[in-house]
């Protein structure tokens, strides 16, 4: 039997598929239907992740950016720390999400200028390690609340381990509360990195890395998503809004690529590739982030 570390990485953004390193989550119980369901426990002390390809050897990098598509100004803010997203608050502070490959779980920090103050890991329903929550994706709700999504239960494919995108939701930003399995899948199958964007009309769409491929799906409300389509186009994506309104896909291949929708994310047309490696001396550049409402582009380079 393969025994894996507790993360593990591999490159896509080099060519093959690039997840995060995903710490071991136990089995979890099933619902009725057989479907994961998103539960929650406390992962212990945390540890500094000692792959030699894993988030320890990772760098949260940001830039500057006003259409979404030329990058200005990238200047690390993290080091040793992974798959990054980040979410503009009410209050117009900026927070990144991101696993802590020091200290192992996913931790937040607060932009401050060309910096990052960090604040700490999350914590979900009151378990201050969360145990298998990684590549996490927020998104600021109307009423000022944080959904944050992440994908739950790492294992090799094939493996007898249930797995599934959840969603919890924090009017801090730090302690949030599980809403449920937003996307539960197959042991056979290896999906990672989800995406959520909530459309013009209350609909909801979520991105997910399958390998090379992205997976779109969709929501009516933003909690349960049924799958819709697959696209060749690349991995690890992200879903955002282009200042004109259209849905915008970034994914991850030799680069970071964008395409365009304007059926809600139906059909898509390429854009143009918005960063190439090397970027600060590092070949991988991946995880891409565009934090609405802040003009800003978060990544990550290893």
């Given at each position: 039997?393969?025994?894996?570390?507790?993360?593990a990485?591999?490159a896509?953004?080099?060519g093959?598929?690039?997840r995060?390193?995903?710490?071991?989550a136990?089995?979890?119980p099933?619902?009725?239907?057989?479907a994961?369901?998103?539960?929650?426990?406390?992962?212990?002390?945390?540890?500094?992740?000692?792959?030699?390809?894993?988030?320890?050897?990772?760098?949260?990098?940001?830039?500057?950016?006003?259409?979404?598509?030329t990058?200005?100004?990238?200047?690390?803010?993290?080091?040793?720390?992974s798959?990054?997203?980040?979410?503009?608050?009410?209050?117009?502070?900026?927070?990144v999400?991101?696993?802590?490959?020091?200290?192992?779980?996913?931790?937040?920090?607060?932009?401050?200028?060309?910096s990052?103050?960090?604040?700490?890991?999350?914590?979900i329903?009151g378990?201050?390690?969360?145990i298998?929550?990684?590549?996490?994706?927020?998104?600021?709700?109307?009423?000022?609340?944080?959904?944050l999504?992440?994908?739950?239960?790492?294992?090799?494919?094939?493996?007898?381990?249930a797995?599934?995108?959840?969603?919890?939701?924090?009017?801090?930003?730090?302690?949030f509360?599980?809403?449920?399995?937003?996307?539960?899948?197959?042991?056979?199958?290896?999906?990672?990195d989800?995406?959520?964007l909530?459309l013009?009309d209350?609909?909801w769409?979520?991105?997910?890395?399958?390998?090379?491929?992205?997976?779109?799906?969709?929501?009516?409300?933003?909690?349960?998503?049924?799958?819709?389509?697959?696209?060749?186009?690349?991995?690890?994506?992200?879903?955002?809004?282009?200042?004109?309104?259209?849905?915008?896909l970034?994914?991850?291949?030799?680069?970071?690529?964008a395409y365009?929708?304007?059926?809600?994310?139906?059909?898509?047309?390429?854009?143009?590739t918005?960063?190439n490696?090397?970027?600060n001396?590092?070949n991988?550049?991946c995880?891409?982030?565009?934090v609405?409402?802040?003009?800003?582009?978060?990544?990550?380079?290893?």
């Amino acid at each position: 039997m393969l025994l894996l570390p507790a993360f593990a990485l591999t490159a896509a953004c080099a060519g093959a598929d690039d997840r995060a390193a995903k710490p071991a989550a136990p089995t979890s119980p099933t619902s009725p239907a057989g479907a994961p369901t998103c539960v929650i426990s406390n992962g212990g002390p945390g540890v500094p992740v000692n792959d030699p390809s894993g988030p320890y050897y990772h760098q949260v990098v940001v830039a500057q950016t006003t259409d979404g598509l030329t990058m200005t100004g990238t200047r690390q803010v993290i080091d040793h720390a992974s798959v990054p997203d980040g979410v503009r608050r009410a209050d117009g502070s900026v927070l990144v999400y991101y696993v802590n490959g020091a200290k192992g779980y996913t931790w937040v920090a607060r932009l401050e200028g060309d910096s990052a103050r960090v604040l700490g890991q999350i914590s979900i329903d009151g378990a201050p390690n969360p145990i298998g929550v990684v590549d996490p994706d927020a998104v600021l709700l109307a009423d000022g609340r944080i959904r944050l999504a992440f994908f739950w239960g790492f294992g090799p494919p094939g493996a007898n381990t249930a797995r599934a995108m959840c969603i919890a939701e924090s009017s801090d930003g730090i302690n949030f509360t599980m809403k449920g399995t937003a996307f539960p899948f197959g042991a056979t199958e290896m999906l990672t990195d989800p995406s959520l964007l909530a459309l013009a009309d209350g609909t909801w769409l979520m991105a997910i890395s399958s390998g090379q491929n992205t997976i779109i799906a969709r929501s009516a409300d933003g909690l349960t998503f049924t799958r819709e389509q697959t696209l060749n186009y690349g991995g690890v994506p992200e879903l955002a809004r282009a200042p004109d309104g259209a849905v915008r896909l970034y994914v991850c291949k030799g680069g970071i690529t964008a395409y365009r929708s304007l059926d809600a994310g139906r059909t898509w047309t390429l854009e143009r590739t918005v960063l190439n490696p090397p970027i600060n001396g590092h070949n991988i550049v991946c995880d891409p982030s565009l934090v609405a409402g802040a003009n800003l582009f978060v990544f990550k380079t290893g």
